[in-house]
């Protein structure tokens, strides 16, 4: 999520709602150190979602990330597939989130949680996708990785 923020702030992007409330305060200090902890919390929400994704996929077996074992295409499939199941993790959460608060729930609350659950998944696959063929290519230098 800190990638995030710093593309979509310094493409004069909307911000994520969860940024918002951090930016009202009155002390400097404050909003950094919550800026800080929300983007933590949020980001580790979107790792259970890649880690139920990873584990109920396979994508932590050897062949999953192992040039030796597979191919760049088997590295990239699984980590497409991992994606995917934690996408719809992502979606379920979200949902669950919306029926949590059923008197807030607005035509406009419903397209920012698309919009910010869409951003959620581009950079995060970006960046998963990306560490996930790193990963796969060191391998191939140490035969026993």
Not at 29 to 34: G, P, R
Request: with cysteine; aromatic share 10%.
């Amino acid at each position: 999520p800190a990638l995030q923020l710093y593309w979509l702030f310094h493409t004069n992007s909307v911000l994520p709602s969860w940024v918002h409330s951090n930016l009202e305060s009155s002390a400097l200090w404050e909003s950094q150190a919550s800026l800080m902890a929300q983007t933590l919390i949020h980001g580790s929400g979107l790792a259970c979602c890649w880690i139920v994704g990873a584990l109920a996929t396979g994508a932590y077996e050897r062949k999953a990330f192992d040039l030796n074992a597979s191919s760049h295409g088997t590295v990239f499939g699984k980590a497409l597939q991992a994606g995917v199941f934690a996408t719809g993790v992502l979606l379920f959460a979200t949902q669950m989130d919306l029926l949590s608060h059923p008197g807030e729930v607005s035509d406009m609350r419903v397209l920012t949680a698309f919009m910010e659950g869409a951003n959620d998944v581009i950079f995060e696959a970006i960046a998963i996708l990306s560490w996930r063929m790193v990963r796969a290519s060191m391998t191939r230098l140490r035969p026993n990785a």
